[in-house]
């Protein structure tokens, strides 16, 4: 034989052996969980995360249609149409798209291909998912075959969902990660969201069992990001639907996830409504309104009408037949006197056998288009204000001139808040995207125009193209009790997004730390503030020390959950003091954020904290320092050691391993007050992990970094 030929035979026989040393198990092995286990809420894998096992499967979908971490995420099945046959592959570490190579493999495959695969089992926000092992020479994903048929599941929507779209673990688990088909469903309600360039929809069956078509794949990508994605109307009929079926522990039960859009047959379909348009966003009293949209019908638009109602209460909404000049339509709203506000859709029915009539807004399902009369001009507060639960602003995508005061600077926050002068709510609004606004102060007036943006439920303005200062003056925080914002509430909380805010504590009480871990044993910088240390649930949140492209929060204050802020999102300006239950202080003031369904206060300093008192003045002020562990190797590459010593009084500890994101990849419980325990690392990218030792009744002990190099 050919000396380079057997070289490489040699090489293969071996990276097969090293993987084989590894125990194959079944996509079901992995996946089944029991029923009992169902009924009580759990429906984690069995297998453990430290464990590297083998499986093998069809690949569903071709790589790299996936939105998210670079294609590098697809599913596989047995493909024989058995419960918990489908799982969840993700590639967490870079690599090319050559399948020989070591570390690589995701990106070189297609539909119908059969393949083995090493790694490691690990649960995501409740959604199971494989992770290939970063492993040298061996590659952990390794083609069996190709161009097998890949088949799909037919299952009904109430295996999935009930009509308030809560998932139904005991019949609908078996189905995460697998192809499926549902068939004769109604399209319920059409949401766009990230400023209209992201869409998913609801589909309904007869009985109302509800489940949402989302955008996991680029066969989603709307024509505002690129893509050529029409969605649906609400009112159509989906003959059938085939796609991939989700979960995660975001309260939206069993989600679909279409990969092509061949694989969405329609029945009837209603006229499509788009390009909804207004002549001028903010009109006098004496201005008559012109809406305009583009609408279109295969059978053909046989009318359109717009309805208007004026009020925030009303239900009576007038209809004005709309006319057309080719596909665009359009209707006049009268003037209406200074202060109204004007809600309004429209509807359009079609030349088809039933006459499909579509709706935009789908109103009441939805919530109406509006604005305000304003013969003053617009302020924050038009921007801000919604009487909808939806909380998104009447001027989204749109560009907004307005004044207000700086309560925020890049110097501080290090974000730009402004808020309208002698305005008790709605009055305060983020300001990015612009050098101009950042090199002004608190205090500075301002009049700013840019656009109106909704990210994830939190309203901006961006864009700016114009800042003009016009003086200087004063906002005095608005006064509020903490333990009212423990819960996120239209009514309650809505309203103060944005502004700035002071939080004392209920009468006749301060104000205390009353849980310094709001998220434990995550860690996403966030503590509590309230009147009670016996409610570890009561006050509001506070953010501090942490920034990522979707979270804002001060890298100018010291008051934070763990030390490990002090560099891990930019390097904090002050030292870092870690916040411990029953810390007191009288008062805490600053921004009042909304993310991830959750009010959280941003304070921008130290000075924002008024009189702060620890609890311990013996602690040290820079950590907590309770037992001792050391981690090593520190770098390492396949295994971390820690060595530790805990308090005698430590109960039910644990050792639990994140990454930057706050990310839960490894845990391991600890049943000794001392010893050392090992974990695997060579399931994990290369980078930074932070380790954190709790304990049930003592809380955080103590915590780390190690890094994993390959």
């Given at each position: 034989?050919?000396?380079?030929?057997?070289?490489?035979?040699?090489?293969?026989?071996?990276?097969?052996?090293?993987?084989?040393?590894?125990?194959?198990?079944?996509?079901?092995?992995?996946?089944?969980?029991?029923?009992?286990?169902?009924?009580?809420?759990?429906?984690?894998?069995?297998?453990?995360?430290?464990?590297?096992?083998?499986?093998?499967?069809?690949?569903?979908?071709?790589?790299?249609?996936?939105?998210?971490?670079?294609?590098?995420?697809?599913?596989?099945?047995?493909?024989?149409?058995?419960?918990?046959?489908?799982?969840?592959?993700?590639?967490?570490?870079?690599?090319?798209?050559?399948?020989?190579?070591?570390?690589?493999?995701?990106?070189?495959?297609?539909?119908?291909?059969?393949?083995?695969?090493?790694?490691?089992?690990?649960?995501?926000?409740?959604?199971?998912?494989?992770?290939?092992?970063?492993?040298?020479?061996?590659?952990?994903?390794?083609?069996?075959?190709?161009?097998?048929?890949?088949?799909?599941?037919?299952?009904?929507?109430?295996?999935?969902?009930?009509?308030?779209?809560?998932?139904?673990?005991?019949?609908?688990?078996?189905?995460?990660?697998?192809?499926?088909?549902?068939r004769n469903l109604t399209v319920s309600t059409v949401?766009?969201?990230?400023?209209?360039?992201?869409?998913?929809?609801?589909?309904?069956?007869?009985?109302?069992?509800?489940?949402?078509?989302?955008?996991?794949?680029?066969?989603?990508?709307?024509?505002?990001?690129?893509?050529?994605?029409?969605?649906?109307?609400?009112?159509?009929?989906?003959?059938?639907?085939?796609?991939?079926?989700?979960?995660?522990?975001?309260?939206?039960?069993?989600?679909?996830?279409?990969?092509?859009?061949?694989?969405?047959?329609?029945?009837?379909?209603?006229?499509?409504?788009?390009?909804?348009?207004?002549?001028?966003?903010?009109?006098?009293?004496?201005?008559?309104?012109?809406?305009?949209?583009?609408?279109?019908?295969?059978?053909?638009?046989?009318?359109?009408?717009?309805?208007?109602?004026?009020?925030?209460?009303?239900?009576?909404?007038?209809?004005?037949?709309?006319?057309?000049?080719?596909?665009?339509?359009?209707?006049?709203?009268?003037?209406?006197?200074?202060?109204?506000?004007?809600?309004?859709?429209?509807?359009?029915?079609?030349?088809?056998?039933?006459?499909?009539?579509?709706?935009?807004?789908?109103?009441?399902?939805?919530?109406?288009?509006?604005?305000?009369?304003?013969?003053?001009?617009?302020?924050?507060?038009?921007?801000?204000?919604?009487?909808?639960?939806?909380?998104?602003?009447?001027?989204?995508?749109?560009?907004?001139?307005?004044?207000?005061?700086?309560?925020?600077?890049?110097?501080?926050?290090?974000?730009?808040?402004?808020?309208?002068?002698?305005?008790?709510?709605?009055?305060?609004?983020?300001?990015?995207?612009?050098?101009?606004?950042?090199?002004?102060?608190?205090?500075?007036?301002?009049?700013?125009?840019?656009?109106?943006?909704?990210?994830?439920?939190?309203?901006?303005?961006e864009a700016i193209t114009s800042v003009a200062k016009?003086?200087?003056?004063?906002?005095?925080?608005?006064?509020?009790?903490?333990?009212?914002?423990?819960?996120?509430?239209?009514?309650?909380?809505?309203?103060?997004?944005?502004?700035?805010?002071?939080?004392?504590?209920?009468?006749?009480?301060?104000?205390?730390?009353?849980?310094?871990?709001?998220?434990?044993?995550?860690?996403?910088?966030?503590?509590?503030?309230?009147?009670?240390?016996?409610?570890?649930?009561?006050?509001?949140?506070?953010?501090?020390?942490?920034?990522?492209?979707?979270?804002?929060?001060?890298?100018?204050?010291?008051?934070?959950?763990?030390?490990?802020?002090?560099?891990?999102?930019?390097?904090?300006?002050?030292?870092?003091?870690?916040?411990?239950?029953?810390?007191?202080?009288?008062?805490?003031?600053?921004?009042?954020?909304?993310?991830?369904?959750?009010?959280?206060?941003?304070?921008?300093?130290?000075?924002?904290?008024?009189?702060?008192?620890?609890?311990?003045?013996?602690?040290?002020?820079?950590?907590?320092?309770?037992?001792?562990?050391?981690?090593?190797?520190?770098?390492?590459?396949?295994?971390?050691?820690?060595?530790?010593?805990?308090?005698?009084?430590?109960?039910?500890?644990?050792?639990?391993?994140?990454?930057?994101?706050?990310?839960?990849?490894?845990?391991?419980?600890?049943?000794?007050?001392?010893?050392?325990?090992?974990?695997?690392?060579?399931?994990?990218?290369?980078?930074?992990?932070?380790?954190?030792?709790?304990?049930?009744?003592?809380?955080?002990?103590?915590?780390?970094?190690?890094?994993?190099?390959?």
């Amino acid at each position: 034989m050919n000396k380079k030929l057997l070289s490489m035979a040699m090489l293969l026989f071996g990276a097969f052996t090293a993987q084989a040393q590894y125990p194959l198990k079944t996509i079901q092995e992995v996946q089944t969980v029991s029923q009992q286990n169902l009924a009580a809420g759990i429906e984690a894998s069995s297998i453990p995360s430290t464990d590297t096992i083998r499986i093998r499967g069809v690949v569903i979908m071709d790589a790299g249609l996936s939105t998210l971490v670079g294609g590098k995420q697809i599913w596989i099945q047995t493909n024989d149409g058995s419960s918990f046959s489908g799982i969840d592959l993700y590639q967490n570490f870079p690599g090319s798209t050559v399948t020989g190579d070591a570390g690589t493999g995701i990106l070189s495959l297609v539909a119908g291909d059969s393949v083995e695969i090493t790694g490691n089992v690990l649960e995501y926000q409740g959604e199971t998912e494989f992770v290939p092992v970063n492993t040298t020479p061996a590659t952990p994903i390794q083609i069996l075959g190709g161009g097998i048929a890949v088949k799909s599941k037919l299952i009904t929507a109430a295996e999935l969902n009930d009509a308030n779209r809560n998932n139904i673990l005991t019949t609908g688990e078996q189905y995460e990660g697998m192809f499926v088909e549902i068939r004769n469903l109604t399209v319920s309600t059409v949401d766009y969201f990230s400023n209209g360039t992201r869409v998913s929809f609801n589909i309904v069956d007869a009985a109302g069992n509800k489940i949402n078509v989302s955008d996991r794949f680029k066969a989603f990508k709307l024509p505002a990001a690129g893509g050529t994605f029409v969605p649906p109307n609400v009112g159509d009929v989906l003959s059938s639907i085939k796609g991939i079926i989700a979960h995660s522990l975001n309260n939206r039960g069993y989600e679909m996830h279409v990969f092509d859009a061949s694989q969405i047959v329609y029945g009837a379909a209603a006229p499509t409504i788009s390009q909804i348009t207004r002549s001028i966003k903010v009109p006098t009293s004496t201005d008559a309104i012109t809406v305009t949209a583009n609408i279109t019908d295969k059978d053909g638009v046989n009318s359109a009408d717009l309805y208007y109602a004026v009020g925030v209460n009303s239900t009576s909404y007038t209809s004005v037949s709309m006319t057309a000049n080719g596909n665009s339509y359009s209707a006049v709203i009268p003037a209406q006197a200074d202060g109204s506000f004007i809600k309004y859709y429209i509807s359009a029915k079609d030349n088809s056998v039933g006459q499909l009539v579509s709706r935009i807004p789908n109103v009441p399902t939805e919530d109406p288009k509006f604005y305000v009369v304003r013969n003053a001009g617009m302020g924050i507060y038009d921007v801000q204000y919604t009487p909808f639960k939806s909380g998104n602003s009447g001027f989204a995508g749109q560009e907004v001139t307005v004044s207000g005061i700086i309560t925020s600077s890049a110097n501080d926050l290090g974000y730009i808040f402004i808020q309208q002068e002698n305005q008790l709510n709605w009055a305060g609004v983020m300001c990015i995207g612009s050098t101009t606004l950042a090199t002004l102060a608190i205090g500075d007036k301002v009049t700013v125009t840019g656009t109106v943006k909704e990210n994830f439920g939190f309203t901006r303005i961006e864009a700016i193209t114009s800042v003009a200062k016009n003086g200087t003056g004063t906002i005095t925080p608005i006064v509020l009790v903490a333990d009212s914002f423990r819960k996120y509430s239209f009514t309650g909380t809505e309203p103060y997004e944005g502004m700035l805010v002071k939080f004392v504590g209920n009468t006749g009480s301060t104000l205390k730390v009353v849980n310094s871990n709001a998220d434990d044993p995550s860690n996403f910088a966030e503590y509590r503030v309230g009147p009670d240390t016996t409610d570890a649930g009561a006050g509001c949140r506070v953010i501090a020390g942490r920034v990522t492209s979707s979270v804002y929060s001060s890298l100018n204050v010291s008051y934070v959950t763990d030390t490990i802020w002090a560099t891990i999102s930019g390097v904090m300006k002050v030292a870092p003091i870690v916040v411990q239950k029953g810390d007191a202080m009288t008062s805490v003031t600053g921004i009042m954020d909304y993310s991830f369904s959750n009010c959280k206060l941003m304070p921008r300093n130290n000075a924002d904290f008024e009189n702060y008192v620890r609890l311990n003045v013996g602690v040290n002020s820079n950590a907590i320092n309770l037992g001792k562990v050391v981690a090593y190797p520190n770098p390492t590459s396949n295994q971390i050691n820690f060595d530790y010593i805990l308090p005698a009084n430590a109960a039910n500890c644990a050792i639990v391993v994140y990454d930057l994101l706050g990310k839960v990849v490894a845990n391991t419980n600890i049943n000794t007050l001392s010893g050392t325990v090992s974990m695997a690392t060579s399931h994990l990218a290369q980078g930074t992990y932070i380790y954190s030792i709790t304990s049930s009744n003592l809380g955080q002990l103590n915590n780390g970094r190690f890094v994993v190099v390959k």
